[in-house]
């Protein structure tokens, strides 16, 4: 593994979310296109620039996200 401290997993998160999230959404963005080729082509120029505006978006509204979802939730009582 790499090594990265623990205390950064929610920015190793929001890097792997937001690249996964744009990769898939790239991908049926460019699907109209006619060849293999410049599909492929479409599909990563378009997740680069999907990804780059994701990150910080993905980054800044994780912890409000998670702190809203927490409000919305209660914990389980144990029976």
Known sequence: ???I??????????VIQSGLTSLIAAGIASFPADDAML???????SW???????????????PAIRA???RLTREEQAS
């Open 5 to 14: 401290p623990r205390r950064y997993s929610h920015f190793v998160f929001g």
């Open 48 to 62: 680069l620039i999907a990804w780059a505006a994701m990150l910080p978006v993905v980054l800044l509204a994780a």
């Open 39 to 45: 599909f492929i082509r479409h599909w990563m120029l």
């Open 1 to 3: 593994m790499l090594g």
């Open 68 to 70: 809203f979802s927490l």
